[in-house]
């Protein structure tokens, strides 16, 4: 799990990065809370869905927005953290030519961004969306949704509402071509406290199946 140091467009951007040791293997990079809020590439969720895309064969990155930890710059409300996935995700592929599939997985604000990358990235062919913020930030961007993911939320967040998410889900899942998987974790909180083996299970059972998918149209 060597740390990397990443060209960002405010300076260094510090990262995790872990290399698959599967030929063409899938990638994918993990977006990490607010950083206004204490959110880190070390957050235990964040943590979570890095081992996670591991255990399934994907080279894997976690990296610090800018002004967390040994990021540069400073907090730019979202604009400069697009930017900043935006290069994480240029670094990843510079390693992984011949990569069979792109993901990004994000949680509570990287969820956030992470769907705005995906608009912009049309070789991002999977998400996994945890906690979206759909009270607090504008998702209405997601007009059409270019790929299928999955979307978790805990039933007793605190800070993003269950109906907010729901109505975000339905919004998604009324488009054409699109298969959104919501899962809700039962007694979970927005930050999944005691629920982390839950989390695990839906993420790798959902891996499961979308790696198989996504191996089958590179194959067609």
Request: net charge negative; proline share 6%.
């Amino acid at each position: 799990m060597p740390d990397v140091i990443i060209n960002g467009p405010e300076g260094r951007l510090e990262g995790r990065y872990q290399h698959s040791r599967v030929p063409n293997a899938p990638i994918a990079v993990m977006l990490h809370p607010h950083p206004q809020y204490g959110g880190t590439m070390n957050n235990k969720v964040v943590y979570a869905l890095y081992h996670g895309f591991a255990r399934h064969g994907f080279s894997v990155l976690r990296f610090n927005f800018r002004g967390v930890g040994r990021s540069q710059g400073g907090y730019d409300r979202g604009e400069g953290e697009l930017s900043d996935a935006a290069s994480a995700l240029d670094w990843l592929q510079s390693f992984n030519h011949s990569a069979s599939a792109c993901w990004i997985a994000g949680f509570s604000f990287g969820a956030w961004i992470g769907m705005q990358l995906l608009m912009r990235r049309p070789e991002i062919s999977g998400f996994v969306s945890l906690a979206p913020p759909a009270n607090a930030f504008d998702f209405t961007f997601l007009a059409p949704c270019p790929s299928s993911g999955l979307i978790v939320h805990g039933d007793q967040d605190e800070i993003v509402p269950a109906p907010s998410v729901s109505k975000l889900v339905d919004k998604l899942r009324s488009q054409r071509n699109l298969e959104i998987e919501y899962q809700t974790i039962a007694g979970a909180n927005h930050f999944f406290h005691d629920r982390m083996d839950e989390l695990d299970k839906v993420l790798d059972d959902y891996l499961t199946k979308a790696v198989v998918t996504d191996t089958e149209a590179v194959a067609r």
